[in-house]
């Protein structure tokens, strides 16, 4: 069974940094793309960064130059260095995983519970 796991929210005021984790447990054949979405209270969920396996980048633009997003794959962890932390930022944090269980099985998309970012002074 593949599991998503998140941690490293928190509390913090404007400014100052987060990093969050994500670790891929359990049994599969490949990960493949790995991502860190958000969802604000009363909105929608959105993409904030991503990293292939090979290790390329995107980002919303609202968070470029502040946050980074990086990948052990010896690990299956994801990470996101978040600096420069604005209120606008606080919402729950998912990371996604794109997982082939099995050779024989497509690729799907696998989400971790969600982690809490609250940027408040």
């Known amino acids: 069974q593949v599991q998503v796991v998140e941690s490293g929210g928190g509390l913090v005021q404007p400014g100052g940094s987060l990093r969050l984790s994500c670790v891929v447990r359990g049994r599969f054949f490949r990960l493949d793309d790995m991502g860190w979405y958000r969802q604000a209270q009363g909105k929608q969920r959105e993409l904030v960064a991503a990293?292939?396996?090979?290790?390329?980048?995107n980002y919303t633009d609202s968070v470029k130059g502040r946050f980074t997003i990086s990948r052990d794959n010896a690990e299956n962890t994801v990470y996101l260095q978040m600096n420069s932390l604005k209120l606008e930022d606080t919402a729950l944090y998912y990371c996604?995983?794109?997982?082939?269980?099995?050779?024989?099985?497509?690729?799907?998309?696998?989400w971790g519970q969600g982690t809490q970012v609250t940027v408040s002074s």
């Open positions: 996604s995983a794109e997982i082939r269980v099995t050779l024989w099985e497509s690729r799907n998309n696998y």
């Open positions: 990293i292939s396996r090979g290790g390329s980048t």
